[in-house]
């Protein structure tokens, strides 16, 4: 049984309820602003196991996602990659650090994860922006950097995709480019990295991420153990998948593994781009 709340705490309170009422051996939860922890205690007092899927609840009995440390180091080191590219230090460059909604669980890991990198090859903040998702927040976030650097940036650390395009807005408006990170391998992102204006971004092929839940809910409802090789900060055992880096000559991966139509991405603007890339 499978249901959205399409972005509804109230109804996701409603479904789930609904569920458990109806009986179920396994529930797997994506988490909206927080409404999942209250139907994983409800769940796991029926004792219920229950999976937390791409966003950590607390409570859950496991959480399956991509490992988010890793995203984060991979965004950290592509702004570092960038950066060697344009023959800028990261000891000296002028660097806007972004990061994703705090109320995420996830963005915590992604901005550790990219710090550790960035700290170790001496980097620092030139300009530390509010944490989002959203892309025109992001924007304006991005503005207010711009300003006070009085348009000195070299490098932006950017949580993902949607806001690396408001950021790229910004830049191809004042005729600049820098080192720009992302992940999800959105179109518009593998556009921006197909054209030089975003560095790389991070690919999570979500039948990867999907068919470990799908095995893990199956094992549990059969009474199998499972064994975790990470655990997230509570204890949570977490069953982590391995991101991937996508540059300008490997975003034909993503059209190949069928997560991205070269329709959607070679548009006019992109042609010779992804005819030099050999994306089709």
């Known amino acids: 049984d499978i249901q959205?709340?399409?972005?509804?705490?109230?109804?996701?309170?409603?479904?789930?309820?609904?569920?458990?009422?109806?009986?179920?051996?396994?529930?797997?939860?994506v988490?909206?602003?927080?409404?999942?922890?209250?139907?994983?205690?409800?769940?796991k007092k029926q004792g219920i196991p229950v999976i937390a899927y791409d966003r950590p609840i607390a409570g859950a009995s496991y959480y399956v996602s991509f490992d988010n440390t890793v995203v984060g180091q991979l965004e950290g080191q592509t702004v570092?990659?960038?950066?060697?590219?344009?023959g800028k230090d990261p000891k000296t460059a002028s660097i806007v650090y972004g990061s994703g909604d705090p109320a995420d669980g996830n963005?915590?890991?992604f901005l550790d994860g990219a710090l550790a990198v960035l700290n170790k090859a001496g980097a620092k903040a030139a300009f530390t922006m509010k944490g989002t998702w959203d892309g025109p927040t992001a924007g304006t976030e991005f503005e207010q950097a711009f300003t006070a650097l009085k348009g000195k940036i070299d490098g932006v650390l950017a949580p993902n995709d949607n806001n690396a395009a408001a950021?790229?807005?910004?830049?191809?408006?004042?005729?600049?480019?820098a080192a720009i990170s992302g992940q999800d391998a959105s179109v518009a992102g593998l556009q921006n990295v197909l054209l030089g204006k975003q560095t790389a971004t991070v690919y999570k092929p979500f039948k990867v991420e999907a068919k470990v839940a799908a095995?893990?809910?199956?094992?549990?409802?059969?009474?199998?153990?499972?064994?975790?090789?990470?655990?997230?900060a509570d204890g949570t055992p977490f069953l982590a998948s391995t991101p991937i880096?996508?540059?300008?000559?490997?975003?034909?991966?993503?059209?190949?593994?069928g997560d991205a139509k070269a329709s959607d991405i070679c548009t006019k603007a992109v042609a010779a781009a992804c005819k030099k890339y050999g994306v089709k």
Do not use: R
């Open 215 to 232: 095995d893990l809910a199956i094992k549990l409802l059969k009474g199998q153990s499972v064994s975790a090789p990470k655990k997230l």
């Open 167 to 177: 950021i790229i807005a910004i830049l191809d408006k004042n005729n600049q480019t």
């Open 4 to 29: 959205n709340a399409q972005k509804d705490t109230a109804k996701f309170a409603t479904i789930a309820d609904a569920q458990l009422a109806k009986g179920c051996g396994v529930m797997l939860l």
């Open 245 to 257: 880096l996508i540059k300008a000559e490997t975003v034909k991966t993503v059209v190949a593994a």
């Open 80 to 86: 570092l990659d960038g950066l060697k590219a344009a």
């Open 107 to 109: 963005a915590k890991m």
């Open 31 to 43: 988490d909206y602003q927080g409404a999942g922890v209250a139907v994983a205690a409800k769940a």
